[in-house]
T-cell receptor, first 110, second 114 residues
Framework: TQLLEQSPQFLSIQEGENLTVYCNSS?????LQWYRQEPGEGPVLLVT?????EVKKLKRLTFQFGDARKDSSLHITAAQPGDTGLYLC??????????FGAGTTVTVRA | ETGVTQSPTHLIKTRGQQVTLRCSSQ?????VSWYQQALGQGPQFIFQ?????ENGRGNFPPRFSGLQFPNYSSELNVNALELDDSALYLC???WGTGGNSPHHFGNGTRLTVT
């Protein structure tokens, strides 16, 4: 059972389009991390958000942490084929350990 | 800077057998966490090792055990393998035990139990 629910499960878009991936939970997290995982590789950390309401930008990627620190979103502007991968959110709970969502598989078609 | 390396990359075992997976942490990192990632799922926390001691454990039975060595490398041992143990096993190293410490993942060991 995943503590964090990610939606949608799958997303397929054309190059140049925008997309948003959501990560929701009923639990409060001290921080939340986003990772991207490509086939045959381990997850790679993209960003950590700590403060409720925080917005972080990483080139074409925008990450937002909900005010109540229970949810987060990842928005990609003008997606490129290189953005293809499994996007995972992970929350840091009271035990200071990471709890991952099931992930969103993003496919960007050229 | 050497990244996290895991061995072997792939492994096929029979139900009931035992398996040992290995992880070399990134240089400068003193903490190793192990995760199980089933197909179509996110990684599930197995346990963490810090200073050669287990420091936190997820919802996994005792047949999952581990070790950390003085050089911070680590092993994951699984006894009495079951079909449901088939998964990608990921190792992540970090400096410090908190979840906020950036985790650097290896590329995993793909275990298939038949």
């Amino acid at each position: 059972t995943q503590l964090l629910e990610q939606s949608p499960q799958f997303l397929s878009i054309q190059e140049g389009e925008n997309l948003t991936v959501y990560c929701n939970s009923s639990s409060v997290f001290s921080s939340l991390q986003w990772y991207r995982q490509e086939p045959g590789e381990g997850p790679v950390l993209l960003v950590t958000v700590v403060t409720g309401g925080e917005v972080k930008k990483l080139k074409r990627l925008t990450f937002q942490f909900g005010d109540a620190r229970k949810d987060s979103s990842l928005h990609i502007t003008a997606a490129q084929p290189g953005d293809t991968g499994l996007y995972l959110c992970a929350g840091v709970g009271n035990d200071y350990k990471l709890s991952f969502g099931a992930g969103t598989t993003v496919t960007v078609r050229a | 800077e050497t990244g996290v390396t895991q061995s072997p990359t792939h492994l096929i075992k029979t139900r009931g057998q035992q398996v040992t997976l290995r992880c070399s942490s990134q240089s400068g990192h003193n903490t190793v966490s192990w995760y199980q990632q089933a197909l179509g799922q996110g990684p599930q926390f197995i346990f963490q090792y810090y200073r050669e001691e287990e420091n936190g454990r997820g919802n996994f039975p005792p047949r999952f055990s581990g070790l950390q060595f003085p050089n911070y490398s680590s092993e994951l041992n699984v006894n009495a393998l079951e079909l449901d143990d088939s998964a990608l096993y990921l190792c992540a190293s970090s400096w410090g035990t908190g979840g906020n410490s950036p985790h650097h993942f290896g590329n995993g060991t793909r275990l298939t139990v038949t």
